[in-house]
């Protein structure tokens, strides 16, 4: 590797490339964490080393496995709940179509009480 000229000159006018310092390791939290990773690595107790890849997979899977296991249980629901729920269903079905007939109701009597020329005709 080819050095730069101004390392064979002592020109003193020239300012001299300096290393740069790293903040994260200067850092006092860095330098705590090294050196208990360092111990731990001597009493033997270092921590699982799983590439991050993998570890994505393997909560993936579990979800997935999770889910499935909720389908299975929704599907093996037996005729008694099957037909609980549709009968719910019917029933809210029915509340809401009286909520609106009694919104209608109120509304119609509003414009009654508003407009009374109207009941003449």
Do not use: W
């Not at 390791?25 to 699982?48: C, V, Y």
């Not at 509340?95 to 009597?109: G, I, P, S, V």
């Amino acid at each position: 590797m080819a050095e730069p000229d101004y390392i064979d000159d002592d020109n003193p006018e020239l300012i001299r490339p300096q290393k740069l310092v790293n903040p994260v390791k200067t850092s006092r939290n860095h330098q705590d964490l090294h050196r208990e990773l360092l111990m731990n690595q001597k009493r033997g107790l270092a921590p699982q080393n799983k590439p991050e890849l993998q570890k994505v997979m393997e909560k993936r899977k579990r979800d997935q496995v999770i889910k499935q296991k909720e389908e299975e249980a929704q599907k093996k629901k037996s005729d008694l709940e099957i037909e609980l729920l549709k009968r719910q269903q019917k029933l809210e079905q029915k509340e809401d179509f009286e909520a609106l007939l009694l919104h209608k109701n109120q509304a119609t009597e509003q414009y009654t009480k508003c407009n009374p020329t109207h009941l003449k005709n």
